[in-house]
């Protein structure tokens, strides 16, 4: 396995373009004459392909209408790029619906939690009955369990709204795009595949 880390350019465009496949592999080995060691060139032609060592497809993980695509097959890109973006009106509204729910719910907390109060020192002086102050406590606890549940839908909301913008996780070529403005996507469809083109390898079968 040989490791190729030279790419061709397109001229002005700042475009790459893939390698030739064809690529003569120089192979070393050790020869041992009168105990001494001799380093010789065994020179061969082999045709093989060249991969990349990294490659990705990009693929959306929510059902949404593509707003916007931001490169072209061939292009290069850099690590954090947007390259699509999905339109978020609907989750952005979703979120704030979300941040509201969970202000509501600790407006109820802190009433519960005073009421949970006010009933133990009552029953502590048996103003109440055991069961009034039990029914006090469940209360409160319940809105506790509340505010943990809309501020678990926030942290959702805000997991969804950021897979409305698919990035490039690292520089690359973009070397096969299946993205259109207009087109909605679903969860796993490919929309773009990725490769990083600086450290190439070159696959072979060669005969020992």
């Known amino acids: 396995m040989i490791k190729c880390s030279h790419l061709n350019r397109g001229p002005g465009d ?7 496949v064809l ?8 020869l041992a004459v009168n105990g001494q060691a001799i380093a010789a060139a065994d020179v061969r032609s082999s045709t093989g392909i060249v991969v990349p060592e990294r490659r990705v497809t990009l693929a959306a993980k929510i059902v949404g209408r593509i707003a916007a695509v931001n490169v072209e097959e061939g292009e290069a890109v850099r690590a954090g790029e947007l ?14 619906s979300a941040r509201a729910a969970l202000d509501q719910e600790n407006v109820s907390l802190a009433y519960k939690a005073g009421l949970d109060r006010r009933y133990q020192t ?3 002086k048996k ?37 409305s913008r698919i990035e490039a996780p690292f520089d690359g070529v973009i070397v096969a795009r299946h993205a259109e403005i207009g087109q909605v996507t679903a969860p796993g469809e490919a929309l773009l595949v990725l490769e990083d083109q600086n450290t190439l390898r070159f696959r072979t079968a060669v005969k020992e």
Not at 15 to 20: K, Q, S, T
Not at 24 to 30: D, E, F, G, K, T
Not at 83 to 96: K, N, S, T, V
Not at 142 to 156: F, Q, S, T, W
């Open 14 to 20: 700042g475009r790459r373009h893939r390698l030739p």
């Open 83 to 96: 390259l699509i973006a999905i339109d978020d009106a609907e989750l952005a509204a979703d979120l704030a």
């Open 122 to 124: 009552l029953l502590r």
């Open 23 to 30: 690529v003569q592999a120089i192979l070393m080995c050790v």
């Open 127 to 163: 103003s109440v009955s055991a069961d009034q102050a039990d029914e006090a406590a469940f209360n409160h606890a319940a809105a506790k369990a509340r505010v943990d549940r809309a501020r678990a839908l926030i942290e959702k909301a805000e997991a969804i709204l950021r897979e």
